[in-house]
């Protein structure tokens, strides 16, 4: 079984800088992909920015120049550096990871509780 633990979400102003964390455990063989996901209110969940073991990146264009994700392949955990944010960044943001788990070797993709970021006008 995989889990994903997300944290660093949080109050802040408009403009103001916040980091996301997401740690991945469990049955891992190989964690190919990791990335973020928000759902805003009254919204569908959307893309924010993914990130390959390998370093391959996609991003959002409404987060484009403002976040950066990046990962520490040996700690399982991937980040999401967030500056100059905006009101339109609130959102419950979800952790998500494309892993093979190593008690099958299927392709399962996993999903985090949720880490809830606000942000102030």
């Known amino acids: 079984q995989v889990q994903l633990v997300e944290s660093g979400g949080g109050l802040v102003q408009a403009g103001g800088s916040l980091r996301l964390s997401c740690e991945a455990s469990?049955?891992?063989?190989?964690?190919?992909?990791m990335g973020w996901y928000r759902q805003a209110p009254g919204k569908q969940r959307e893309l924010v920015a993914t990130?390959?073991?390998?370093?391959?990146?996609t991003y959002a264009e409404s987060v484009l120049g403002r976040f950066t994700i990046s990962r520490d392949n040996a700690k399982n955990t991937v980040y999401l550096q967030m500056s100059s944010l905006k009101p339109e960044d609130t959102a419950v943001y979800y952790c998500n990871a494309g892993v093979v788990v190593s008690t099958t070797f299927e392709y399962r993709e996993v999903w985090g509780q949720g880490t809830l970021v606000t942000v102030s006008t």
């Open positions: 990130r390959t073991e390998r370093g391959q990146t």
């Open positions: 469990g049955s891992i063989y190989i964690n190919s992909i």
